[in-house]
């Protein structure tokens, strides 16, 4: 595996863009929440050790992963100053296709809503084998998950920022 034993979280903050002027939001999903609340916590430091105001970070849950795309779509209507959103989620392969049905709808789901709105959405859902993926990419052994999707708004906040005329 590529990821054996690397910490894929690790970034330089000098080649991380000024944050303190954008706000963003984060839709949570509630199940999983050990590998959620954890993805949360590794957004929410790295949007704040990279100058975002906590004011300016606005948080929403949602029941599953598959509810994120309703989540984000609402978001993205309700705060129209918003620079960025985040989608955390966390589905774990169970004994059934319903894996493969939420992880498809969600990321068709995210990808949808980046091309038909002007909000960057940032996709952070873990789609795992099993329950130790999981922990190792939301603070474990290779990271966390959280923490690159916080650095992605941020550089998407900026291209969107630098795109207007």
Same mark, same amino acid.
Not at 71 to 88: N, V
Not at 116 to 132: E, G
């Given at each position: 595996m590529a990821t054996e034993g690397k910490n894929l979280s690790t970034y330089d903050k000098n080649t991380i863009p000024n944050a303190e002027d954008f706000r963003f939001g984060i839709v949570v999903s509630e199940w999983n929440d050990n590998i959620t609340e954890a993805l949360y916590?590794?957004?929410?430091?790295?949007?704040?050790? $990279?100058?975002?105001? #906590?004011?300016?970070?606005?948080?929403? $849950?949602? #029941?599953?992963?598959?509810?994120? +795309?309703?989540?984000?779509?609402?978001?993205?209507?309700? *705060?129209?100053?918003?620079?960025?959103?985040?989608?955390?989620?966390?589905?774990?392969?169970?004994?059934?296709?319903? *894996?493969? *049905?939420?992880?498809?709808? +969600?990321?068709?789901?995210?990808?949808?809503?980046? +091309?038909?709105?002007?909000? #960057?959405?940032?996709?952070?859902?873990?789609?795992?084998? $099993?329950?130790?993926?999981?922990?190792d990419r939301s603070g474990g052994k290779h990271g966390n998950k959280g923490t690159e999707a916080a650095v992605a708004a941020i550089k998407m906040a900026q291209l969107r920022k630098d795109s207007r005329f």
């Open positions: 916590d590794g957004a929410y430091q790295a949007l704040i050790e $990279n100058g975002v105001d #906590p004011k300016k970070i606005a948080r929403w $849950n949602v #029941p599953g992963s598959f509810e994120l +795309v309703y989540g984000c779509k609402k978001m993205q209507e309700s *705060f129209d100053m918003l620079d960025a959103i985040i989608a955390i989620g966390s589905v774990i392969q169970g004994e059934t296709k319903h *894996f493969d *049905f939420v992880c498809q709808g +969600v990321t068709q789901g995210i990808k949808d809503l980046n +091309v038909q709105n002007d909000t #960057p959405i940032i996709f952070c859902v873990l789609t795992d084998d $099993n329950m130790q993926q999981s922990i």
